[in-house]
């Protein structure tokens, strides 16, 4: 693989995510890189929250020269694809749920965060993906959460899993139709699906999504509206 070609394992971080940001912003890494990691202490999801993980998870974050020709929304569409990719080999019918969270029969399976740091006028993304694989439980306070394992009742090699993923994004780099595949594979994108939006809870169809990752959304009134995924939450019924 051209675009990974450094991969470093940790048995323990903080935040895989943190520690990235802290190599490019502090040490002047321009490289990209990826980090794996069995444990995160501090693990980070959307908006703050936090993600769990354990010894079951396949945890790691990779970073990206962010240019023209691939923005930060775009990278998340192409990771999102990439562990929709891999579960569909794997016999698993999954969708992504606006703006990064995989979903499988109305449970979280995977979560991607994506960050965007500038360091000598150069710009990264930082990508960083939780995927439950061979997770046999999860805390009482997570109810909404399902693994690999828990689906087709066998153990995985997180390793190869890893392996099938980056090579998916790599490949996916070059498709001319990221947006239209990204489409397919959106939770909503079909039918009306139940959101909170403007603090109040709604059905909506989404239409489209730009590169920049804003989604057109048909109403139930018909009214078109476009929003950012700070304007919306879609929930899981």
Partial sequence: MNLFKKIIYFDLLDSSNDHLINLHKNFGISIPLVFVV???IKGKGQIGKKWFSDIGS?????????????SEWQWS?????AIVRLLDKIGIKAYI???????????KISGILTEVISVDSQKYCIVGVGLNVNNLLF???????????????????????????????????????????????????????????KDSKTHVKILSVT??????????????????????QFLIE
């Fill in 77 to 81: 569409m192409i990771t999102s694809l």
């Fill in 139 to 197: 805390p009482q306070n997570i109810p909404h959460a399902v693994s690999i394992t828990n689906l087709v009742n066998k153990n995985f090699d997180k390793n190869q899993i890893l392996q099938d993923i980056l090579c998916s994004i790599e490949s996916l780099c070059s498709e001319k139709i990221i947006t239209s595949l990204y489409m397919s594979s959106l939770y909503g994108a079909r039918n009306h699906v139940l959101c909170n939006y």
């Fill in 58 to 70: 396949l945890t790691f974050s990779f970073s990206i020269n962010v240019t023209n020709i691939i």
């Fill in 97 to 107: 749920k606006y703006p990064n969270d995989i979903i499988v029969n109305n449970k």
């Fill in 211 to 232: 590169k920049e990752g804003f989604l057109t959304i048909l109403m139930s009134d018909k009214s078109v509206v476009t929003v950012s995924h700070a304007d919306i």
């Fill in 38 to 40: 069995d444990e995160q």
